[in-house]
């Protein structure tokens, strides 16, 4: 939308004015905007919400945790607590390329990386047996 507004501002001033140097100038860093922005913003959002997780996760990013599945529910230990999910309350089993992400109804997610499962299609089979939604995701990739 910026570049726009700095074209516009190139036509008005080529058609009032006649400055072709302004009219280059609001060109010019109307392609650098269009072009270098979206590559900025992917790079200012990802390191934003790496920090954000580092800050507020810290003592719980790589602290491994327990999932026991049983009939009528998950139990999940870490190191600070235990926690007891029907299986009613699971939504959706999403699959990425390195991890398989448990949604809950409470817009909440269980993140189980690949390379913890010794037999990661028996696991697919377990969540979508509770009739949970299973949503391939496997050629996602951060924008």
Do not use: C
């Amino acid at each position: 939308m910026i570049p726009v507004f700095y074209i516009l501002f190139s036509l008005y001033f080529y058609f009032i004015y006649k400055y072709l140097t302004v009219v280059f100038i609001f060109l010019i860093i109307a392609g650098i905007w269009f072009f270098v922005y979206p590559l900025y913003s992917r790079w200012l959002y990802k390191n934003h919400f790496k920090k954000y997780v580092k800050k507020h996760y810290k003592t719980r990013v790589g602290k491994p945790i327990e999932i026991e599945f049983n009939e009528n529910s998950i139990l999940a230990k870490d190191f600070t607590s235990e926690s007891t999910i029907d299986v009613t309350k699971l939504t959706e089993l999403v699959e990425t390329k390195d991890h398989f992400f448990i949604k809950l109804t409470t817009d909440t997610s269980l993140i189980v990386p690949k390379r913890e499962l010794s037999n990661q299609s028996e696991f697919k089979d377990k969540i979508t047996g509770y009739g949970v939604e299973y949503v391939n995701e496997l050629d996602w990739i951060w924008k």
